[in-house]
Structure formats: structure tokens, C-alpha cells
């Protein structure tokens, strides 16, 4: 299993350390994509041509998780199960993290799953940390590793 953690926006310095922590400490194959933007364009121009950079990074035949506000709440054990059914049938997970306009229609409606990590807006730098840490989570769950407590 490959996980792809595809992102809008690059880490600003400050979060880029704290995400290589978590990076060294999963264990799972996790590749990041880090998509840049244009500030230029209008909202839907945005989300247009985002949508056409993330197409361009997703797997077919990945399971698709998009983060989004509007989505589903799941706790970290329920987090986990996403990973070990998908571990046991050998499919690779896409996870997609939009810009500051969120992501456009066509991405959201191909996702198996829209994943919300807080009914709170969180920027896209810090809902990337959140999401390696409870990545790194999942991990230790299905370890049965006492980080989990």
C-alpha cells in the first residue's frame, strides 16, 4: 500500500519540520505531492485549475479520500480501518487536500470517502499536520503500539 498525500500549497518552513517528524515515523509508504497554486485567479478559476493539477497525480485504481469540511467525522480507530482494509486488498490511498477555495466538484465527487478532520476550517499547512499525525496514529492502532492511549 502507497499512500499519496496530494496537497495544494507547499509547507512554509515552520510546518515543514514538524511533518518530516511525522514522515520518519510512519513507517507505511506514504508519498507526498505538494501542487502549487495561482493567487491570480478567481475562485472557480481556482478550483478549475486545481482540479487539473490533482488529476494529474491521482491513481485510477487508488481508494480517494478527500479532506473536507463538509465531510464525514471518523475517530482515529475508524481512521485506522480505512488503512487495514485497504492494506489487506493491496489498493494504494490517494488523500487530497485542497486550497483556500477547497476543491472543486469533480474531485469531491470522485472520492470514495470525504473525510472531515474538524467541523472547524482549518488552513490547508495545518490540516496536512493533523492528517500525518493521525496517519502515524493509525499506524501504532493497527501495531497495537501504546501510543495510541
Not at 515552520?14 to 520518519?24: F, M, S, V
Not at 485542497?98 to 469531491?108: E, V
Amino acid at each position: 500500500m502507497i499512500i499519496n498525500i496530494i496537497s495544494v500549497g507547499k509547507l512554509s518552513p515552520g510546518y515543514r519540520g514538524l511533518a518530516d517528524h511525522y514522515y520518519k515515523m510512519i513507517k507505511w509508504k506514504v508519498k507526498e505531492t505538494e501542487l502549487n497554486y495561482n493567487k491570480k485567479l478567481s475562485e472557480n478559476q481556482a478550483k478549475t485549475y486545481e482540479a487539473k493539477l490533482i488529476n494529474n497525480h491521482i491513481n485510477i485504481n487508488s481508494y480517494k479520500i478527500v479532506l473536507d469540511v463538509q465531510g464525514q467525522q471518523l475517530n482515529s480507530q475508524e481512521f485506522s480501518l480505512l488503512f487495514k482494509n485497504q492494506m489487506m486488498i493491496g489498493q494504494n490511498i490517494d488523500i487530497i487536500v485542497g486550497g483556500a477555495f477547497g476543491l472543486d466538484d469533480s474531485i469531491t465527487k470522485s472520492a470514495h470517502i470525504r473525510l472531515s478532520l474538524s467541523k472547524m476550517t482549518l488552513p490547508h499547512q495545518l490540516a496536512k499536520l493533523v492528517l500525518l499525525e493521525q496517519i502515524y496514529r493509525s499506524q501504532t492502532i493497527l501495531a497495537a503500539h501504546p501510543y495510541h492511549k
